[in-house]
């Protein structure tokens, strides 16, 4: 089984700069794509960055040119630099995993598409 822990939430004022961390374990994460998405109370859960073991990235544009998306060489960590962040951006962030199925674009549109999920740890955006 794949196991995912986030960390590295908190509160931050607008225009300021967070660091999410996704620590992975399991032998087969490697394989795996891996992403980001958040969820705000009342609203769907959004993807909006996603990276494939190949190291193919895509983020959505609602947060294109302000998040980067990282993933180590061992495929085992998934960091997201937020910068310039906005009060809309106030959500709930969950790490996700799982085998390709679609295009990267396609995934960060069909969370039902990832296998495995983190707990989420939350950004308050002021």
């Known amino acids: 089984d794949v196991q995912l822990v986030e960390s590295g939430g908190g509160s931050v004022q607008a225009g300021g700069s967070l660091r999410l961390s996704c620590a992975a374990s399991?032998?087969?994460?490697?394989?795996?794509?891996m992403g980001w998405f958040r969820q705000a109370p009342g609203k769907e859960r959004e993807g909006i960055a996603a990276?494939?073991?190949?190291?193919?990235?895509q983020y959505s544009e609602s947060v294109e040119g302000r998040f980067t998306v990282s993933r180590d060489r061992a495929n085992k960590t998934l960091d997201l630099q937020m910068n310039n962040l906005k009060p809309e951006d106030t959500a709930m962030y969950f790490c996700?995993?799982?085998?390709?199925?679609?295009?990267?674009?396609?995934?960060?549109?069909?969370?039902?598409?990832?296998?495995?999920w983190g707990q989420g740890t939350q950004v308050t955006v002021s």
């Open positions: 996700a995993s799982g085998p390709p199925t679609g295009t990267l674009a396609t995934m960060l549109r069909k969370p039902q598409s990832w296998l495995n």
């Open positions: 399991g032998y087969t994460v490697s394989r795996l794509c």
């Open positions: 990276v494939d073991r190949r190291g193919q990235i």
